[in-house]
């Protein structure tokens, strides 16, 4: 199954969730929309592409973790674009959620994409312990201790000088648990022992940190077009990012280094066990940027 094929079934498990019997149709209506809206899949597929590396293959419960991530990802959007938030009328070149359908509305798509994904994996056919271990991560992953934490630190350094242990501190909780999830998850799914676990979160955890790096570096250098939502949005909110701490070439050169420490850690994998990364090293190389 290839990439494309992965994100349609990803997206089909979403809408297959969301076909029972809705309480409002109009609710629904705003989640599919945010759903609907396009984007990479970068965190299901990376998932999705570990539990294959470990030469498991492919269930529709693993497509059901993996939809239950995209799910909170994008729930997550949704509220990252809220007036009280980051403020944005565009979304993966669309109206934002709460343009479309106003703001209380999209308040409650996004509390409904951070809560349905629970009972989505408790669905799932896995063992009752395994389903248990998931839900533990993806909540440590998304909630108070994670991407809402990260998210609570964004927002109170707004218009403060951090530094970089501060601003890496906010990344590793607002990006990095839920990029790190999909290692973590995989491990579980694929019952490696600690040492190969605490491999795969330590990659995550690079993984989110490259992405966020990535992520300032193209708020500076790319255009609508090329972003799908504003650019420059971090200058005008006056927060700390990568390229104000380092300048662009240095964080430049701090996304290359992290994702070749991720390229060696997998190798590290791959010496010790039945392990092909081959479409994951794809994945982890398309986040370079290359002038």
């Not at 693993?62 to 938030?85: R, Y």
């Not at 809402?148 to 890496?168: I, N, R, S, T, Y």
């Not at 430049?252 to 190798?267: C, F, G, M, W």
């Amino acid at each position: 199954m290839n990439q494309e094929e992965k994100i349609r079934q990803i997206d089909q498990t979403i809408i297959d969730y969301y076909s029972q019997q809705a309480v409002s149709d109009s609710l629904v209506e705003s989640i599919l929309y945010s759903v609907q809206a396009g984007g990479k899949r970068i965190r299901p597929l990376l998932l999705l592409e570990l539990v294959e590396a470990f030469d498991l293959p492919l269930q529709p419960a693993h497509f059901q973790v993996a939809a239950a991530l995209e799910m909170i990802h994008t729930g997550s959007l949704i509220h990252d674009d809220l007036p009280a938030m980051d403020d944005d009328d565009y979304r993966r070149g669309r109206l934002t959620n709460h343009k479309k359908f106003g703001e209380a509305m999209a308040i409650l798509a996004g509390d409904s994409l951070f809560l349905d994904p629970c009972g989505l994996i408790a669905v799932a056919e896995l063992p009752s312990q395994a389903k248990v271990n998931l839900i533990m991560e993806l909540s440590q992953a998304a909630g108070t201790f994670g991407m809402v934490g990260g998210q609570a630190l964004d927002m109170e350094g707004e218009g403060c000088q951090l530094d970089l242990k501060e601003l890496k501190a906010i990344h590793a909780h607002k990006t990095g648990k839920l990029l790190a999830f999909p290692f973590v998850a995989a491990g579980l799914l694929a019952q490696v022992d600690e040492g190969v676990q605490a491999k795969l979160r330590r990659i995550g955890e690079l993984i989110g940190l490259a992405f966020q790096v990535r992520d300032d570096i193209l708020d500076v250098t790319a255009s609508f077009e090329e972003l799908g939502k504003t650019p420059q949005k971090d200058l005008v909110a006056a927060k700390s990012t990568y390229p104000a701490l380092l300048g662009l070439e240095k964080a430049k050169e701090t996304l290359d280094q992290v994702l070749d420490q991720a390229q060696n850690l997998l190798k590290e994998i791959a010496k010790n066990r039945p392990f092909s990364g081959e479409s994951l090293t794809k994945i982890i190389e398309s986040l370079r940027l290359y002038d």
